[in-house]
């Protein structure tokens, strides 16, 4: 695997796992179910968890079967519930038919019909709320305004929206028909919606003017004229929502708005049935390559998992103000913002802006003023408001919340702790939930009425995950804290199907370095005494910055077609907040740059990658030198570069090197 070295913790910055296994060797700290708690949870005891955990291990297939039957009502019943016949290209439920948005809405109508779906509130401060019927006859109304553009059943919509009632919408739209929808985050930039929507060779984009993100207004619909007037030439349709009033242009022909693309048409639409395994979605997301790959998804397995999760680890019930901050752009927010709470009949709140605007008391003041019961949120949003003092949070009424999580990247026990005290008051329990865009549900938490949570470690994998740490040889590790590659032993309902259009990256990538016997997740983990798991970190090249997920192969392609630049390398640097940050290593052309130079090319190629990317992929430092450090089989030798970063001492052998000068050129020395 890309990044391994010798010392099995792949790719994983020295520092930051010594640090991690201090931190796991001093960490004593346990927290049990609260009592009240446990009580009424949906697994009540660690004896619960773990009959559950053994039915699933004796019949991993009648197990899921069973859950298939509770949480989806099918059109068409299923017949056969696994077929690895095709392995690693496994299927589940054949021969069923459902309808995802009709999980989602029509089935909550006979007894939630007036519950609140989206309990919504714009950065400005606006604030709807959103019945199960209105979400109903929204989605309908829209789905319709899709077919009338000749949208149909696996047709690819990619939605480019503000985090608004209506790009829930949106979604479960594309569901109602059996459109796949790609969602793009609306902080990236034109070029990467570009080349998701060519990849996906998409027939419709939905936008919007803009949304409100930090007092400001990101301008979606012109990024979205920027991508089109580059290429896409799959797009015949662009729906735009109006959201921030900005001017914008309308191709005619092509663009519509949204109000007047639905306005007259029916509030009622037939779903259209689709097969268990129909691809509900792509995600698109970073991997080791400079392209970003199409994680697809199914559209049964996919729902009975997080259906199944909501109780499992977030305990969901109808009283719940469930709030996932993520956006609708990762998959977190698919899962948990939407078809998850939805397929439970939940309340999720969505909130459209930034944690700090207008002040730093805002997911405070939301959670006191919406009485949030759940709360749902990233280590590097917890370690920024951390950062702000308690005595914000101390301003608000936050005794609503029953349950706090986190997600997304490796919390340290010191944001944990803050999380709990302050937060949680110390009645919450906190489920540190593992999973990825992959694995599309939550696959590695603490069920919280039933076990003991550590700070800074996801526990126990959840019934029916088989989750496992190797070595090199694929042998499972069973010595406490040693490191190894986190894999997963058995196939899942509610993991990818393909990387889309590219079925050699998919065996490639998870499946062929284990001779296809499990599925390799890219992560380092250690186990303690009692087989809780601690993760380390990536063990490839992405990246975790505030916990978006971002490839180094990608930054450094996007850098080295700058007309400037003739080599570049992209680490990361461990960050107390961010939990890391670019770090690039470039070499431009021409002769070394005098500091003026360099400080005038540093702000260009920020701007640069911002433009190609996302400004969430701009290097927060770039160093310039001559030539960069390659093995003699060309390689990039990251540790090197890793540990000039950090300023700490070199430990990778530099005898090979031709030219010893260059390693104190990186460091900034000369
Ligand atoms: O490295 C792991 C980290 O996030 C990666 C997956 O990123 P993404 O596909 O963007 O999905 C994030 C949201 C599910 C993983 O490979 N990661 C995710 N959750 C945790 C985590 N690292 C440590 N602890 C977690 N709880």
Not at 216 to 242: N, P, W, Y
Request: glycine share 10%.
């Amino acid at each position: 695997m890309a990044g391994s070295d010798a010392t099995g913790h792949a790719g994983t910055p020295q520092s930051a796992t010594t640090e991690n296994i201090d931190s796991i060797l001093t960490e004593d700290r346990r927290f049990p179910p609260p009592a009240d708690f446990s009580a009424a949870a949906h697994i009540r005891s660690l004896d619960d968890y773990r009959a559950m955990q053994q039915t699933a291990r004796r019949d991993p297939v009648a197990f899921w079967s069973g859950l298939a039957r509770s949480e989806i009502q099918w059109h068409r019943p299923f017949n056969i519930a696994f077929d690895d016949s095709r392995a690693p290209y496994y299927s589940w439920f054949g021969g069923g038919q459902l309808n995802v948005s009709y999980n989602c809405l029509d089935r909550h109508l006979a007894d939630r019909a007036d519950k609140t779906a989206i309990l919504f509130e714009g950065e400005p401060g606006d604030v709807r709320r959103i019945s199960y019927s209105e979400l109903h006859r929204e989605v309908c109304r829209f789905a319709n305004a899709l077919k009338a553009r000749g949208i149909g059943l696996g047709d690819r919509v990619v939605i480019y929206m503000p985090m608004v009632p209506e790009a829930v919408v949106a979604m479960l739209a594309c569901a109602r028909i059996g459109a796949i929808h790609s969602v793009v985050f609306g902080g990236f930039s034109s070029g990467s919606l570009r080349n998701r929507i060519e990849d996906a060779s998409a027939r419709a984009v939905i936008t919007a003017d803009g949304g409100h993100r930090d007092g400001r207004i990101v301008e979606l619909k012109a990024a979205c004229d920027l991508a089109l007037s580059q290429g896409c030439g799959s797009v015949e349709t662009v729906f735009v929502l109006r959201r921030a009033g900005n001017p914008v242009q309308m191709k005619g022909g092509r663009d519509i708005w949204w109000h007047e693309a639905a306005a007259g048409l029916s509030a009622d639409c037939e779903p259209v049935w689709v097969d268990s395994e129909h691809p509900l979605f792509l995600l698109y997301t970073s991997g080791s390559t400079g392209t970003p790959k199409g994680i697809q998804h199914s559209s049964a397995g996919y729902l009975v998992v997080v259906a199944a999760t909501m109780k499992w680890v977030f305990d969901i019930r109808d009283s719940d103000i469930f709030w996932c901050t993520a956006d609708i752009g990762w998959i977190t927010g698919h899962s948990y913002v939407v078809y998850g709470p939805l397929a439970c009949g939940a309340t999720v709140l969505m909130y459209e802006g930034a944690p700090a605007v207008p002040d730093a008391g805002r997911f405070w003041s939301i959670c006191e003023r919406h009485g949030v019961t759940i709360f749902y949120t990233a280590p590097t949003a917890i370690r920024s408001l951390m950062k702000m003092g308690d005595s914000i949070p101390a301003r608000y009424d936050l005794s609503s919340l029953r349950l706090l999580g986190t997600v997304g990247e490796p919390i340290n026990p010191e944001a944990w702790m803050w999380f709990r005290h302050v937060i949680g008051h110390e009645r919450c329990p906190i489920v540190d939930t593992w999973w990825q865009t992959e694995t599309g549900a939550i696959m590695i938490a603490p069920v919280p009425g039933a076990v003991t949570t550590k700070p800074g470690s996801c526990t126990l994998p959840l019934p029916g995950i088989e989750a496992d740490i190797v070595d090199a040889e694929g042998r499972s590790i069973t010595d406490p804290y040693q490191g190894g590659q986190l894999v997963i032993r058995r196939p899942w309902p509610s993991m990818l199907r393909a990387v889309w259009g590219n079925d050699k990256r998919y065996r490639e990538t998870y499946w062929e370095p284990s001779g296809a016997h499990y599925y390799i997740a890219g992560d380092t983990a250690h186990r303690d005494r009692e087989g809780y798991f601690w993760i380390l970190g990536r063990s490839d090249d992405v990246l975790k910055v505030s916990g978006h997920r971002l490839g180094t192969m990608e930054i450094e392609s996007a850098l080295a077609a700058h007309p400037r630049v003739a080599e570049a390398a992209v680490i990361g640097k461990p960050d107390e907040t961010k939990g890391e940050t670019i770090f690039a290593f470039v070499v431009p052309k021409g002769a070394r740059p005098t500091a003026e130079y360099a400080a005038e090319l540093t702000r260009d190629l920020r701007a640069w990658v911002a433009t190609q990317i996302g400004p969430i992929a701009k290097p927060e430092t770039i160093r310039y030198a001559d030539s960069l450090p390659k093995t003699r089989s060309g390689k990039i030798m990251r540790r090197l570069l890793r540990d000039i970063a950090q300023g700490v001492p070199i430990t990778q052998d530099t005898s090979t090197l031709e030219n010893e000068e260059i390693v104190k050129q990186l460091q900034g020395q000369v």
